[in-house]
């Protein structure tokens, strides 16, 4: 039976915050054998282990922002949301961020700042940050807003605090509308969650500025939507080998080159693959892969994740896997009360 819509909650924040934790082990590794990506998730059901657990990176650090500001101020407000930032990168700011949105948290916590935008469009010239780091926290977003239309919006607000490249806030909304999709149970039909996403696409990209980033980048007119076509070709193929994978779909820290990968992770492992466990589900079908692609392993495993658990829900994650990583049961008490505030009447727009 399709998992209950609370369930599917929990499973995408507990999904991601696993992604993060779990990921974190090959971030940046060049070429990892899947043979090394399952001795390191069969730790994870290993009781001897002891109590050391895996810890989370600023993908989790951020996306719990997200969600409490989502959930304190019961709409998208942009002074709060960048407190929580600027607040939480202060108090921890060993979480491994990416070297240029430091310096946006930086001044993100002057109380002086007029404009919460402003430090994020300083970035690289002037042109802002292409980074995944609006992407790999907008999951909350698709928790927070019913519509496909805010989900957009607001999760494209939400990451220009500190990506103002349309790439970056661009990813961030792809990411947001697919983890909006999953949750509807879109990812029963494959084909047509790949084409909804598209749709989506070409109409962000359509847009001015979105035009002349891809020009001043020497991308593609519509960069995502051209990568999200090679999903749906790599998805038509028999075989596909991760070489493949990482050279047509990339598996970097730039958010082109990560969000369409994850959403390609998600929709590979929803069918047993080669090299995988028999008895892994589909969301740890979706890690084990998200990591043998190397590159951003948190970040890509951090997205599929949420991806994934929006689709499997919260009973086909192993307990062994939750109870390894830190900040599972706060994702999962940010999921329910993200749960109860969709289902408010006066939520709706
Ligand atoms: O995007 P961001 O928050 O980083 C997220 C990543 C995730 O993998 C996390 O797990 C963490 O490890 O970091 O941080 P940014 O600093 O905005 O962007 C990340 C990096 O992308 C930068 O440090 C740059 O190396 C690169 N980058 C750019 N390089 C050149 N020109 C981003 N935008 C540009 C650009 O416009
Ligand atoms: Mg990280
Ligand atoms: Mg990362």
């Not at 609006?134 to 239309?149: E, I």
């Not at 990339?250 to 998600?266: E, R, Y």
């Amino acid at each position: 039976a399709a998992p209950a819509m609370l369930s599917r909650f929990r499973g995408a924040l507990v999904g991601s915050v696993l992604g993060d934790c779990i990921g974190g082990e090959f971030e940046g590794a060049v070429d990892v054998p899947l043979d090394r990506v399952l001795q390191h998730l069969s730790a994870l059901e290993d009781d001897t282990r002891g109590d050391a657990i895996l810890q989370y990176s600023d993908d989790t650090a951020m996306m719990r922002c997200v969600a409490n500001s989502l959930l304190t101020r019961m709409a998208f407000d942009e002074r709060d949301m960048a407190g929580r930032f600027a607040n939480e990168y202060s108090c921890a700011p060993g979480r491994g961020y990416g070297s240029g949105v430091i310096q946006v948290l930086r001044k993100l916590a002057s109380p002086h700042l007029k404009d919460v935008f402003q430090p994020a469009q300083a970035q690289f010239g002037g042109r802002g940050s292409f980074g995944n780091g609006g992407a790999m926290r907008a999951a909350p977003f698709a928790l927070a807003f019913k519509s496909r239309d805010d989900v957009c919006k607001y999760s494209r607000l939400g990451a220009m605090l500190t990506h103002s490249c349309s790439l970056g806030y661009n990813g961030a909304a792809l990411q947001a509308l697919a983890v909006h999709l999953s949750l509807q149970g879109a990812l029963a039909l494959p084909k047509e969650f790949i084409n909804k996403l598209i749709a989506e696409m070409e109409e962000l990209e359509k847009d001015e500025t979105a035009q002349l980033d891809a020009k001043a980048l020497y991308l593609s007119e519509y960069p995502y939507c051209t990568r999200l076509h090679r999903v749906k070709e790599l998805m038509d193929r028999n075989s596909v080998s991760i070489e493949e994978v990482i050279s047509e779909l990339g598996n970097s820290i730039a958010a082109l080159q990560s969000v369409p990968t994850a959403i390609f992770c998600v929709l590979h492992c929803l069918e047993p693959r080669d090299g995988l466990p028999e008895r892994f589900g589909g969301l740890e079908r979706t890690i084990a892969y998200s990591l043998a692609l190397g590159g951003d392993t948190d970040t890509i495993a951090c997205m599929a994740g949420a991806i994934a658990g929006a689709h499997y829900g919260i009973d086909s994650i192993p307990q062994s896997w939750q109870k390894s990583c830190e900040g599972v049961e706060e994702a999962d008490d940010l999921a329910s009360r993200l749960y109860d505030l969709y289902c408010l009447p006066q939520f709706e727009e």
